[in-house]
């Protein structure tokens, strides 16, 4: 049985790296039935590409190719507007970012499994999601 996913940029970095902890996840993408996002998730991901750029660290990969790829994980890209009035909730109810809520927000709408590297996020995760 397929189902519904929400990437965060932590998740996305490591998968367009080919970061070995996320081939699992490369796989269990390719069965989803929709994989989602919240819009803020490209600009994170854009910024992390940025400060790996400037580090060097891409050894010679291009940052624009990788944002390409992380845009083509995503099957739809949810508005944040969409989803700022549930994630302030959630992030006054849990002491947690609006940043990070906004995962969470799409992600108990769409009754979908959040992904993600973020440990602190992933632990919040498995106290509001289902």
Known sequence: MAFAFV???SAVVRLILLDPVAADW???????????????????????LWKLHRAQQLQGVNP???LDHAKGLVDHTEPD???????LALAIHFNH?????????????E????????????ALANQVLP
């Open 26 to 48: 490369a796989l269990t993408l390719e069965t989803a039935a929709m994989v989602l996002a919240p819009e803020r998730m490209l600009t994170e991901v854009a910024n992390t």
């Open 7 to 9: 990437l965060d940029a």
């Open 64 to 66: 624009q190719e990788l």
């Open 111 to 122: 009754a979908a499994t959040l992904l993600t590297a973020d440990r602190k996020l992933q």
């Open 81 to 87: 507007r969409q989803l700022q009035v549930e994630a």
């Open 97 to 109: 970012s609006v940043y990070d809520c906004l995962y969470l927000a799409l992600a108990r709408r």
